[in-house]
Structure formats: structure tokens, C-alpha cells
């Protein structure tokens, strides 16, 4: 059965590429306009250009990274205060002999 079915598939693999190729031979344009082709590539400094010479694209720009660096001021800020939590915490768990015994 299931080698029945292997064959039914490389038939058809081997059908549908023999159409390919006769496709890309009789209609090249069209295949042509059927194929995948990569992106093309925007300049390296494309979007530094609209930042400079678009106002309203150098608003929205600026907004967002005003935003991201208030959120990421507003992480740090979270972070270190967990870290003096934690400092808090370890204190409070040294006795003070036990502290003077370790020097």
C-alpha cells in the first residue's frame, strides 16, 4: 500500500516538474512574472533620509524613540529597585555578630 502510494507521489512530483519546464519554454514572460524574486534592498541610509527631509515621518520617529527610551529608563529604574529589595532582604538576614565573627 504504502509503496503504491510513494510511486503515485513521485509521479506526480515528476509530472508537475516535466509542466514546469514546458511551462517556463512556451511562456517565459509569463513564468517570469510567476517566479519569486528576493526584495530589492533600500539604501543603507534610506530611512535617515526620510527622517531628515520628511517632518511628519521625523515626528513619528522621534515619538518612538522618546518612548523607548522612557520605557527603557522606566526598566532599568524597576530593576535596580528590585536589586535594593533584594540587598534590603539579605541584611536583614546577617545578625549583626554573626557579621563581626566573619571579619
Given amino acids: 500500500m ?7 507521489r513521485v509521479q506526480l512530483v515528476l509530472a508537475l ?11 517565459p514572460r509569463l513564468m517570469w512574472a510567476l ?15 526620510r527622517i531628515e527631509s520628511d517632518p511628519a515621518y521625523r515626528a513619528l520617529f522621534f515619538a ?3 518612548a ?6 522606566a ?12 540587598a534590603a ?3 536583614a538576614l546577617i545578625r549583626p555578630g554573626d557579621h563581626e565573627r566573619a571579619a
Fill in 17 to 27: 516538474g516535466a509542466a514546469e519546464i514546458r511551462l517556463r519554454l512556451r511562456l
Fill in 64 to 66: 518612538g524613540l522618546d
Fill in 75 to 86: 526598566t532599568r529604574t524597576a530593576v535596580v529597585a528590585e536589586i535594593e529589595t533584594a
Fill in 2 to 8: 504504502s509503496s503504491t502510494f510513494t510511486r503515485l
Fill in 35 to 49: 517566479t519569486r524574486r528576493p526584495a530589492e534592498r533600500e539604501s543603507p541610509f534610506a530611512e535617515l533620509v
Fill in 68 to 73: 523607548a527610551l522612557e520605557d527603557r529608563l
Fill in 89 to 91: 532582604r539579605l541584611k
